[in-house]
């Protein structure tokens, strides 16, 4: 008698991480449907993430997106800071709850804290349960018939993914009017996500974090971005992307849902083409995340391992104007603005600037890695990781090193009108197009006319493409 009394209005703690929505969330839902009171938790967990502390402008994001989630619980978010391991326990035992439900999530130190988790909890008699709320095919569903993993995006995508016939299951509702359970820990200011200096502020103009948000970016990407998606996805100027990827990294919206309501309006709309290839950019991102669980060293080791002497160079007046867009190159500069000010980067111009730091600067990937888990709002580790293992051709099914991105003909052939560089290095914006993209080859006259004094008002380039594209040749024969 007194046990089933007890069971019924014991706490089921749903510990939210990347999953910070209502709508298709199995664990929530779960838990919901088991009747029982809800005590959803969130973790800052700044002990276990060791060098993969989430970065600035994550930690914005986070904050904006908890707001959101909070408010969604009717404000019963409870929050904590701490190890994680240590904090599930104690709320745990400070509430009486018996069973701990929560998404899984793959950046090697997660995995390890939900193993102890899964241990401790199994020692003190607590039902502990992961669903899957992150990814549209779990990684060790998509491995080869002989259980290794694809190293290749394509026959990853079309055999491990699409080849089993099983589509990504239908999104979940949101569950209705849940009952939560009341426990005070800390506010969310007690997390400290904020930093004292407001520059997060010019963030806010550009998102809108939080799961409604997410849910009026796909409706506008839907409307607007979809049709020419295949086209127009490369061009950094144009409203092709759906800028959904902070909001799938936080979880904010399902990619089961992304993923179904694209094939509802691809084939609406008569836009397969569109269509297909944005699932298969989603498939890309499936691919980084089966390359992170399988090979945990991704964010740091070479897959490669030939690249393992590779010459790198040390020069840290290259990587600081690379960082603050002070190259010389415009495309560069303009990516490297777009992101310090908007916490984003359009995918054509993060390759560029990418290949542009390891091949042209022959700087380290590492370095990019960390300026953008810095400063990116959708820092990942997977994509972040696969992607810089990409551009530096050191990856999986990598971008081969001798495939030199020239930022003059990239700028000239995706922004051939110089409106997205013209938006982030104003003081070049009277240039006329012919020069735009590579200002020093403009006579005398024209650089006075458009007010320009190179090395004074905008950097004289700080490297030499043709030389630095030789000398980044001869270090990879060399390897
Ligand atoms: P869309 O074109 O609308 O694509 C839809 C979704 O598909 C994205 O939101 C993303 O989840 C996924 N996607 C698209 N392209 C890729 C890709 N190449 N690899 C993996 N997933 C992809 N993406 C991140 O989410 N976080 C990162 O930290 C990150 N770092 C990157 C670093 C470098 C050097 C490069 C070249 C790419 C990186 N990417 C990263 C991948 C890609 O640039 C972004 O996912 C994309 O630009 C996000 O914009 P979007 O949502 O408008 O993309």
Not at 36 to 59: F, Q, T
Not at 103 to 130: F, H, Q, V
Not at 225 to 246: A, I, Q, T
């Amino acid at each position: 008698m007194i046990r089933s009394a007890k069971h019924k209005t014991a706490p089921i703690i749903v510990w939210f991480r990347q999953d910070l929505r209502l709508r298709d969330n199995p664990a929530l839902l779960a838990a919901h449907e088991s009747g029982r009171p809800i005590l959803p938790l969130y973790i800052l967990d700044d002990k276990n993430s060791g060098e993969w502390k989430m970065g600035g402008a994550g930690r914005w994001w986070l904050h904006a997106s908890l707001t959101a989630l909070s408010e969604g619980l009717r404000g019963k978010l409870s929050f904590a800071r701490g190890g994680s391991v240590k904090v599930l326990k104690e709320q745990v035992r400070k509430n009486g709850a018996d069973v701990v439900y929560w998404n899984r999530c793959y950046e090697p130190w997660r995995i390890a804290c939900d193993t102890a988790i899964e241990a401790e909890l199994k020692s003190m008699g607590i039902e502990g349960k992961i669903f899957n709320a992150s990814v549209l095919f779990e990684p060790p569903t998509t491995v080869k018939k002989d259980g290794t993993p694809y190293k290749v995006f394509t026959p990853f995508y079309q055999k491990g993914c699409l080849g089993k016939g099983l589509l990504p299951p239908f999104p979940e509702a949101a569950p209705e009017n849940p009952t939560l359970f009341e426990n005070k820990v800390l506010s969310l200011d007690g997390l400290k996500l904020l930093p004292e200096k407001t520059w997060y502020r010019k963030m806010e103009q550009h998102w809108n974090p939080g799961e409604r948000g997410a849910q009026e970016r796909l409706e506008e990407f839907l409307d607007n971005g979809l049709k020419d998606y295949k086209e127009g996805r490369d061009f950094p100027s144009r409203s092709n992307v759906s800028r959904l990827s902070p909001h799938l990294h936080f979880g904010e919206i399902s990619p089961r849902q992304v993923w179904h309501e694209i094939r509802a309006r691809m084939v609406a709309e008569r836009c397969e083409r569109d269509g297909e290839h944005f699932l298969r950019e989603l498939g890309w991102r499936e691919f980084s995340y089966s390359l992170l669980y399988h090979f945990p060293g991704l964010p740091r080791t070479n897959l490669q391992k030939k690249f393992d002497n590779f010459p790198w160079r040390n020069d840290k007046d290259a990587l600081k104007s690379w960082q603050k867009g002070q190259t010389g190159y415009p495309i560069v500069d303009a990516g490297m603005r777009e992101l310090w000010e908007t916490g984003y980067m359009h995918n054509r111009v993060r390759m560029i600037v990418g290949s542009f730091l390891v091949k042209n600067l022959l700087l380290h990937w590492h370095h990019g890695e960390d300026w953008f888990w810095d400063t990116l709002v959708d820092a990942d580790l997977a994509n972040n990781s696969a992607s810089w293992q990409w551009i530096a051709g050191c990856g999986a099914d990598a971008a081969p090193f001798f495939r030199i991105f020239n930022p003059v003909t990239q700028g000239q052939k995706f922004d051939p009108e110089g409106v997205y560089v013209r938006k982030y290095v104003p003081e070049i914006a009277k240039l006329p197009d012919k020069y735009l993209h590579s200002p020093w080859q403009a006579p005398a006259e024209v650089l006075e006319r458009a007010g320009i004094k190179l090395g004074q008002n905008y950097p004289a380039p700080i490297v030499d493409l043709q030389l630095s594209r030789k000398r980044a040749l001869a270090a990879f024969k060399g390897l």
